[in-house]
């Protein structure tokens, strides 16, 4: 079974610094995507990036990129340029390719930032 | 706003109790994903459909269902509750089976058994 782990519970940036969260995952499958949600206190959960795990190419979304190794099984997203409003939950979401049904969770990391 | 609607947004009952949540996909989305999310964890899947047929299950307790209906809103039932049940329940849609395009996620139900 395919198993996301998030190892860092919580994190904290300045305001207009650089923060990287982590994201570990286990599969024996080749094709799949990752994902990265964020839950702000609103409680709405908010696609942030998706990444095809048959494309090399690293995928961005304006302040938000990620940095995709498949052979270590890492998928770690980088925020630039932390604004307020990144204050959140940020979680890690695996789906398979084959298995068309669910995603599949980290626990997820808090990011505080700070003014 | 993503499009999907669930209501209610609170709901607070008894342990021993049913409730119903119901979901309203964005238009043209033909599959719902309900998942479970307890306090400060990771969300769990629990069941899916997809234009009406169930098509995949998680860890969904034999005291919760749910169905699809033809106009594609979703309900997920919650029998004989008990306290461990409190939790934000999500239900999601996407165009299609799978995620493959982007999924959208409504504002949750938060559930409180007293």
């Known amino acids: 079974a395919q198993t996301v782990t998030q190892s860092q519970p919580e994190m904290s940036v300045q305001e207009a610094e650089t923060v990287t969260l982590s994201c570990t995952y286990d599969t024996s499958e080749s094709d799949y995507y990752l994902f990265w949600y964020k839950q702000p206190p609103s409680r709405q959960m908010i696609l942030v990036i998706r990444q095809e795990a048959y494309k090399q190419q690293n995928a961005t979304e304006n302040r938000f990129s990620v940095n995709f190794q498949k052979a270590a099984k890492s998928f770690s997203l980088k925020i630039s340029d932390s604004q307020l409003g990144d204050a959140a939950m940020y979680f890690c979401a695996y789906r398979s390719a084959e298995n068309t049904d669910k995603l599949i969770f980290g626990t997820g990391t808090r990011l505080q930032v700070f003014p | 706003d993503s499009g999907v609607t669930q209501t209610p947004k609170h709901l607070i009952t008894a342990t021993g109790q049913r409730v119903t949540l119901r979901c309203s996909p964005r238009s043209g989305d033909l599959s719902v994903y309900w998942y479970q999310q307890s306090l400060d964890q990771g969300l769990q899947f629990l069941i899916q459909y997809y234009n009406g047929e169930e098509r995949a299950k998680g860890n969904i307790l034999e005291r919760f269902s749910a169905q699809q209906f033809p106009d594609l809103h979703s309900e997920l039932n919650l029998s004989s509750l008990e306290l461990g049940d409190s939790a934000l329940y999500f239900c999601?849609?996407?165009?299609?089976?799978?995620?493959?395009?982007?999924?959208?996620f409504g504002q949750g139900t938060r559930l409180t058994v007293v």
């Open positions: 999601a849609s996407s165009v299609e089976e799978g995620w493959g395009t982007e999924a959208f």
